[in-house]
């Protein structure tokens, strides 16, 4: 899974879908050709008045992600102490920390501009936040966990497991043989001492809807989607995270474009990668962040009229497709 997708966080949906011109959840979705579309790692609709309302319509919600210098203290925002891999494949360095508070912690790893996604939380549910349809499948037991694995061409790509009232998933956006995967979670060493605080579970903070109007009304504000997205993209998942920001998947084969807004004026997209090539530009009267490689758009973050708002992109985009995509979210 790409470390674009986030959430991951977010990470990260969870509804099939069919083409978006005839889907009830999209409504008319029109679509354009010839965009070169792209990709995001793991996280994250049209317009109405929600049911819940949080103060004026310019109150904001902060980013639900907050970024943490120490394990310690990411522990401590979780509201339990939770353990970390202690053996990972060469060349990776943990690199971010980021925490939900009371809800979920994440941490990447990276090599380069590959990264490999670690997630835990309480209860027993996939919090992975990746959706992908993986070709390959098989379930493994490492300890006495039961490890779901997914990939495609023999390596795996996402592990999901608990144990002991704990959910755990990493992501691998290089892929892993299960040798290595299974070196890497029998690393995970629990240090719970709370032996009741085992026990007791939290919700998932992914929540997973069928439509738009239903996300609209978790997530506490009236939010838009795009009305246009390139040719053969459909809506997939459409998922909130702890009532606070909304995520909306778009799939093309195992190719994805992740939407996201939420109250605020903060980089909500929860894709940390290094990228070659930065730049901004002006649509209607929002001033849009563009990161790539080799001019193709990979992620576009922005803020408008009390809204943060990003779009994520596997394949890449050029930024006459990018533009045809934000001019339309209405």
């Not at 909500?268 to 009267?285: A, E, L, M, P, R």
């Amino acid at each position: 899974m790409n470390k674009k997708l986030i959430n991951f966080l977010c990470v990260a949906a969870v509804v099939s879908s069919v083409n978006p011109m005839i889907n009830a959840k999209a409504g008319n979705v029109s679509v354009f050709k010839n965009a070169v579309v792209a990709k995001t790692n793991i996280v994250s609709a049209a317009k109405q008045q929600s049911k819940k309302v949080i103060g004026s319509k310019n109150s904001q919600i902060p980013n639900p992600w907050v970024s943490y210098k120490t394990l310690g203290e990411a522990g401590k925002a979780l509201g339990f102490t939770f353990a970390v891999p202690s053996v990972l494949p060469d060349g990776y360095n943990m690199k971010d920390i980021m925490v939900i508070k009371n809800d979920i912690a994440e941490v990447f790893y990276y090599k380069g501009n590959n990264s490999i996604l670690y997630r835990v939380a309480k209860g027993n549910k996939d919090i992975s936040g990746d959706y992908t349809v993986y070709t390959d499948k098989k379930t493994i037991t490492v300890g006495n966990a039961k490890v779901n694995c997914k990939g495609a061409k023999g390596s795996i790509k996402l592990a999901t497991w608990s144990k002991d009232g704990r959910s755990y998933s990493l992501s691998f956006e290089e892929g892993i043989n299960e040798k290595g995967l299974t070196k890497i979670i029998q690393s995970v060493k629990s240090n719970n001492t709370n032996k009741k605080d085992d026990s007791a579970q939290i919700p998932c903070p992914l929540v997973n809807y069928n439509t738009i109007d239903e996300a609209r009304k978790a997530v506490g504000f009236t939010f838009d989607v795009p009305s246009v997205i390139p040719d053969s993209y459909n809506m997939k998942d459409i998922i909130v995270i702890s009532n606070e920001l909304a995520e909306i998947f778009y799939c093309k084969g195992d190719n994805r474009i992740l939407y996201r807004t939420a109250k605020g004026n903060a980089d909500i997209s929860g894709d940390y990668s290094v990228y070659t090539d930065q730049k901004t530009i002006t649509i209607g009267n929002a001033k849009i962040t563009c990161k790539g490689e080799k001019g193709s758009i990979k992620l576009a973050i922005w803020s408008k009229d009390g809204r943060s708002y990003s779009l994520s992109f596997e394949e890449g985009i050029d930024e006459q497709g990018l533009t045809k995509v934000i001019e339309n979210i209405k």
